[in-house]
């Protein structure tokens, strides 16, 4: 690590983790949070002051271990998330759980714990959440409750750590072109269409400009929908 301030993003192995990490890598020294350590490294080895940072988000114990030499973090993406597409009748509290461990409770606790460096930085926290954390629908029960309750923990951080000036950005985009939509539209018996939505690089490019925002300015919620 250099005298650059320093970014940590989660789910940075690939998709719109990887994207904004390589963006952010043109002024910041980045942190590359992922349970794939080997793709990590790859991604590391193209990005000038970028390291793995290999982590199970949801093993709290050993977040808690790897995050213990950060003292000064200036900007925290969280960009890892999951679904599990199914009706309330047909999805059980085990799926429920999954979603809102990896969703919500490892952001609450990453972040919580990470608290410390942010405000020693006056840091950013940047929460990837979804077009389905403003409008709910059939078959996406489970992810969008996790939406909308991530949308809510980022007004109260917002709310009680401006005193400590750090800044909260919630950014929805509606569907991207990644590996994890290939996955959803299989499970929902649709093609995978990539020039229909959004690239990775265009959500980067939004997290980015939150975090490059002048002191005076305070992306609150960024919205994105496809141009198709």
């Known amino acids: 690590m250099t005298s650059r301030p320093i970014a940590l993003v989660t789910g940075a192995s690939r998709g719109v983790g990887a994207a904004v990490a390589h963006q952010l890598s043109e002024s910041h020294d980045v942190l590359l949070g992922g349970r794939d350590e080997e793709a990590l490294r790859g991604i590391a ?5 970028a ?14 271990a790897a995050a213990a030499g ?29 979603t809102f461990e990896l969703n919500l409770f490892a ?3 990453l972040t919580r714990t990470l608290l410390p ?33 991530l949308r809510a923990y980022a007004d109260v951080l917002r709310g009680e750590e401006a005193q400590n000036g750090i800044r909260v950005t919630s950014v929805f985009p509606g569907r991207v072109a990644t590996d994890m939509q290939r996955e959803v539209r299989e499970s ?18 939004t997290v980015v400009s939150s975090v490059r925002a002048g002191d005076d300015a305070h992306m609150t919620e960024i919205v994105l929908r496809p141009n198709g």
């Open 45 to 49: 080895a193209d990005l000038p002051g």
């Open 51 to 64: 390291s793995p940072w290999p982590a199970e988000l949801t093993d709290y114990e050993g977040i808690a």
């Open 70 to 98: 950060i003292e000064k973090l200036d900007v925290l993406v969280h960009s890892a998330g999951m679904v599990e597409l199914g009706s309330v009748s047909e999805t059980g509290v085990d799926s429920w759980r999954r």
């Open 107 to 109: 952001v609450t606790e």
């Open 117 to 149: 460096a942010l405000r020693a930085a006056s840091g950013h926290v940047v929460l990837i959440n979804s077009g389905a954390g403003m409008a709910a629908k059939p078959n996406w029960g489970s992810y969008a409750a996790s939406k909308f309750a």
């Open 188 to 205: 929902e018996g649709g093609s995978f269409d990539p020039e229909h939505y959004l690239r990775p690089e265009s959500v980067a490019e």
